[in-house]
């Protein structure tokens, strides 16, 4: 096989991902959706997720109608090739696509899982799996469409007169290509804060006012915010985790096939990561297969089930990446060792993650009895244990673009190596379609077992909601460390590219990149506090939301009569308009400040100062994340210790401190620390686009 | 005046600064200790506090014996000239004792304090106030006689034969001097970390049970760890501040002179640094004559008499450091405007800690209000508080650097550059005399407001201490922002000192510190964590010491009979001695990991991975220790605004939630914060003191 008709598994993958994304579709919406009174709450959660992604999208397509004229107006002045207006808007509607079909498919799989469990556990983890399916390979489908469509277009039609100069045809394609990852960013930053800042703030507007102030049950249907709270599971979990790893699939791809010219490896090393994902879709699909279990499954089961999977699909990829190496670059075999390092650093990432978070470990178990002496304790460990786990990723991410570097020949030639760390990124993410899957099932089960609470279904069928969810929790936090880690792979392949980039616009400007230059040493000091900013504005703006909802749900309690004897139904839209209207309103600051960031710095900076902001944000944004994602998750499962029985269980002083270390936790974990996965790459990306412009405007 | 004649000056600004302590610590013994009750307590205090340092000293002795026998092992295989063992032992010696000298008079003025507020509110100031310039005076009279006696010796006698070559010369004094650091933060890093845990431990602890359990009120004789918490107020903040300002400032003078010679600027380059603090030393000692108020003075008075007395020794040092520069560098008088940035820099990073902490300003407010909704919103307002505080102090610091570069002439020569920037510290830390004055009277205040109680004296004399108290929060805060500015341009002096270390050692090594080298961005990612993990262990260190504490508080509840009565005394000296063995067990790992974590990045990744590090930590360990101290300072100051009788006052709810906020501040603010100071010099030192060792012994 030649390497030009390589190129053609990458659509073959696309379709065949997007294809089993159909039949697992038609699978789910095969199963039976329940009673009247689940089809009624399904709908009321699947119309506020609609009418949120509607107003989020109208907010959005307005930013994406702005950049496309500025970004126009740079193409006009030949500051970027004309093509990149266009690739900005494809990134960007194919990234919402991404979040809005998944969404659209778990907002119809929660009563259908709950339906599901009531006839059996097996049944319920295939309803909800199975949906997780359809988001995971919409992702990767979608995402190798888009690359193939623009490959094709620039190689067969716009840049056919190059033919007889293949090394420049490439250089031109990677270097076209490479921008627009800046559209599926935005557009995954947007769903990211604004999906985190709508579910967090629902949910603790309902826990604040129902829980604690009201004293009735969570997913009580008496509780006004209740549907907004199993919306915002859809929209910030599912909508916004879809948006995100599109970005990073997409990104860590056209990265490294930068990569891959400057290092002259031609057209051969450059559709390498395309077809490392078109054969991470298949071996995905076949991982999918040994996800099953018994009925009298407990968590350990279940875990073993959707990990049996995961392992699978990686085992597949180790063999077949090998053969694929070998035959696009039989002269650099040693990249094969840094796809196993990518893979390999993926699954050691999740399972610290699990460590640090599940209370089957001691650091969780030790958080949970820190509770032992009130709020304070709890806290104070919470932020201790999030801070210490960040010292294992940080090694392992080190150790893998160490590795990666040298076994890709990075120790002779600088550029080989720097291909190397970008393919473990595309590596780790080879088997997005699985782990997404696993992971997007989670807010399936949680909405399940909201809609069996709601509809009073039997006893059992909590019991096995319940199992599904706690599950959920586990590979959440997984997916979050895997979200994370290929998130700082990925950003450190676009900074190396953005540095490529500008040798491509300017091949006379000499850029002096040591540390000890004081443009870089100063940008990198932006960096760092760049996650830190961002993540204030985030928290502070869960924290004005979350204010509208407390005074909305105390309005409903006082002024429906017969709300709390459940005589008269709460009014739940107005609660889902609020977290709507806030969200929308609280994304757009964090979101320009991601924007402009890259440019302010760049103008004051230079590209030198440009280059350490990206590193600073990176490396500090891991950390920031890598802890906050941790902390909250250890608060959330302690406070489940608590509730299991441990320390006087539900209702005790322990118990109640630690509701206030869960508390904290929610916007740590599900709207600051995911949304820094996309800043980083934000940053890179709007960076890239903007090379020319700052190359020629900057002071420096 | 010839440039020789010059260094003199060094030595005298030491006598000068030793000799103004002297007449303080005489002025301030000749006040009246008050009656039995009040000496009593004080010298309970007394003794708890100077059993804790003998303790500590004697661990620390034995620490300093290995290092001095290691150190001594590599000066003897030549990779270390043979002075480092011995100015490692003094430079640690000077620093101890600069703390031990700054508690003594502390503890000695607590009753004097008290007593003379019981006179007057200007006579209470007077007396605290000279018991911090007591402190403030040894800190810089020891650093400059230190520094005096090596370069003394250095030139006059050790190198005294190479006076026919003084290039070579000044060469060697200056890398010979550089080393002496490691002994100052090594020291400092033992001393705030036990400090910090001793002081925090004892705080939480007394709280707990005490306050919270028992309900008696703070400061309250019968509770068993009073004296404890007392205690810790002199070892934490007065014995640590001073070991931790005293490395900041040797530091800073040690690397800008190692910084003059790689800038080719010769001895008169080289003594500046050391000038710029003797004259600093004068323009404190003029300062100090101008904090002085009347009897009706309010808080605003109070913090104008002291600001008086800091900004008229700033504008000293701006007309003076012009003459001098002059002189010493005719042909590069542009250094004189690095020494007004980094004043400047020192002067804005200390009003926007104020800012953000103090009770006049919105943010400290709105986190107040916070605690309307109960503990986690107070807590998640107050770390986004942190986090956006970031900002400003990450810009003035940029911009100084920037601003410092380019006057000195770095954009024709960048060594000239560089040399600005370690200037701009030495600037920063020039009125060090009487910012320490300012910063250090504040735990005399805490403490005589502490006697005043317990010994029963009127209530207008604690209304008084608590003015004093409560004016020494906001000179705390602004303390805090100045030590971690300081640090945070010494650690980048330090980092291209190191990096010219290295070209000593082996000009023929060729360091690659392009940030995109693997082990740079590797290095980086790991200096960016460091701080994270430091302060994870910090922080629990001080939960485990105050789980002691909590118990042996609830054990003589129970056990000693007529102790709430008031008819049996508490056992204070067993809760001392508790805290201080936790303490000094608790130090331990946290300072072992600032030593050994550059030796191990050294070892794996080679010097360019140190340099990377280096970079990483300092720009994180600068937001993190920015972050805690403004969080921290921000829920104390909320709680005290609630206490002022505001959203419910003392004993509301919003109280109870404003107390959880303070007691996760402490050791945000009190030793996780200021700890990282420490941490990111100490790495820079123990960095260049195994330079050669890495050189040879590095896998890269």
Tied chains: 1, 2.
């Excluded at 826990?207 to 209740?226: C, F, Q, S, T």
Aim: glycine residues 12%; aromatic residues 10%.
């Amino acid at each position: 096989m030649s390497e030009q008709q390589l190129f053609f598994l990458a659509p073959i993958g696309s379709i065949l991902a997007l294809l089993f994304a159909f039949i697992q579709a038609k699978k789910v919406l095969g199963f039976s959706e329940g009673n009247e009174i689940m089809q009624k709450i399904s709908a009321s959660v699947r119309k506020g997720a609609n009418a949120y992604l509607k107003r989020q999208y109208t907010g959005v397509a307005m930013f994406f109608a702005v950049m496309f004229v500025i970004l126009g107006i740079m193409a006009f002045a030949g500051l970027l090739t004309p093509f990149v207006p266009f690739a900005f808007i494809t990134g960007g509607f194919f990234s919402g696509l991404s979040g809005f079909i998944g969404m659209k498919i778990a907002t119809s799989s929660n009563a259908r899982t709950a339906q599901a469990s009531s006839e059996s556990l097996n049944r319920g983890l295939r309803v909800a799996f199975s949906s997780g399916t359809v988001m995971g390979f919409t992702v990767i489908g979608l995402g190798l469409l888009d690359l193939s469509i623009w490959f094709f277009l620039l190689k067969y039609v716009f840049y056919a007169d190059l033919v007889g100069d293949p090394s420049e045809q490439i250089r031109r394609i990677s270097s076209a290509m490479l921008t627009f990852g800046m559209g599926a960013s935005s557009m995954a930053l947007f769903a990211r804060v604004g999906g985190g800042i709508f579910t967090k703030a629902a949910d603790v507007g309902a826990d604040l006012v129902g829980k604690v102030e009201a004293g009735i049950p969570e997913d009580d249907p008496r509780n006004p915010a209740v549907i907004a709270d199993n919306v915002g599971d859809n929209v910030g979990d599912v909508a916004g985790m879809g948006a995100d790893l599109y970005e990073s699939y997409v990104g860590s791809i056209v990265a490294t096939m930068a990569l891959a010219v400057s290092a002259g490896y031609g057209f051969g090393g450059a559709v390498v990561p395309m077809l490392m994902a078109a054969v991470g879709t298949v071996a995905s699909i076949i991982g999918t297969f040994f996800v099953r279990c018994g009925e009298k499954a407990d968590q350990k089961t279940l875990l073993g089930a959707l990990r049996k999977g995961t392992y699978i699909s990686s085992a597949i990829i180790v063999v077949a990446a090998y053969p694929l190496i070998r035959i696009a670059l039989p002269e650099h075999q040693g990249v094969y060792f840094a796809v196993l390092s990518g893979l390999i650093a993926g699954v050691l990432i999740g399972f610290f993650t699990e460590y640090y978070t599940s209370d089957h470990y001691n650091p969780t178990k030790n958080l949970a009895a820190a509770s032992l002496t009130g709020p304070a304790t709890i806290i104070i460990g919470g932020i201790s244990l999030g801070m210490l786990s960040t010292l294992l990723p940080v090694i392992i991410v080190g150790a893998s673009v160490l590795t990666s570097f040298f076994v890709s020949g990075g120790g002779t030639n600088f550029s080989f190596g720097l291909y190397g760390v970008g393919i473990s990124a595309v590596g780790m993410l080879s088997t997005l379609g699985i782990t997404l899957a696993t992971d997007a099932y989670g807010p399936v089960a949680d909405n399940a077992g909201g809609i069996a609470e709601m509809s009073h279904l039997p006893h059992e069928v909590r019991e096995r909601t319940d199992a599904l969810d706690s599950l959920g929790n586990t590979t959440a936090a997984t997916g979050k460390g895997f979200a994370i880690g290929s998130a700082a792979l990925t950003a450190l392949a676009l900074i190396v590219a953005y540095i490529d980039e500008i040798n491509i616009h300017d091949p006379t400007f000499v850029m002096n990149l040591e540390i000890k230059n004081p443009p870089v040493l100063i940008g990198m000091f932006v960096g760092v506090m760049l996650p830190f900013l961002f993540s204030s504005m985030t928290m502070s703006a869960v924290g004005r939301a979350a204010q509208n909802i407390v005074k909305e749900v105390r309005r409903q309690f006082k002024e429906i009569k017969g709300l709390m004897e459940g005589t008269a139904e709460a009014d739940y839209a107005t609660c889902v308009d609020i977290c709507t209207r806030g969200a929308q309103k609280e994304m757009i600051l964090p979101a320009l400040t991601g924007i402009i960031s890259p440019i302010i710095v760049g103008l004051v900076l230079g590209v030198n100062g440009v280059v350490g902001m990206l590193a600073g944000a990176t490396a500090s944004g891991f950390v920031l994340a890598v802890m906050m994602a941790n902390s909250g998750g250890a608060w959330d499962n302690a406070k489940k210790h608590i509730e299991g029985g441990k320390f006087g269980g539900k209702g005790s002083e322990p118990h109640k401190a630690a509701v206030v270390g869960d508390t904290v936790g929610d916007p740590f974990k599900d709207t600051s620390g995911p949304s820094i996965n996309i800043l980083i790459k934000l940053l890179s990306m709007v960076s890239i686009v903007f090379a020319a412009f700052i190359l020629k405007f900057s002071l420096f």
